[in-house]
């Protein structure tokens, strides 16, 4: 699903807590990594942060690989 801006607390356990590992990105480094340190913590699944712009060609590249 994608999303603007942060993700709401119910996407953040939503998945991870049926044992999903995760891929998120997002154009800010620190709400991104603070947001895959909170759902590691709570939910105890792997999360890759990724900082791209999915709105560029070689940003949908990069968080797609």
């Given at each position: 699903?994608?999303?603007?801006?942060?993700?709401?607390?119910?996407?953040?356990?939503?998945?991870?807590?049926?044992?999903?590992?995760?891929?998120?990105?997002?154009?800010?480094?620190?709400?991104?990594?603070?947001?895959?340190?909170?759902?590691r913590?709570?939910?105890?699944?792997?999360?890759?942060?990724?900082?791209?712009?999915?709105?560029?060609?070689?940003?949908?590249?990069?968080?797609?690989?």
């Amino acid at each position: 699903r994608g999303a603007v801006g942060v993700l709401d607390p119910g996407q953040r356990v939503g998945h991870p807590a049926e044992g999903v590992d995760l891929v998120i990105c997002s154009r800010g480094k620190e709400v991104l990594e603070r947001t895959a340190a909170e759902i590691r913590k709570a939910a105890g699944v792997a999360v890759t942060a990724i900082v791209c712009d999915i709105t560029t060609e070689a940003g949908g590249l990069q968080c797609s690989q």
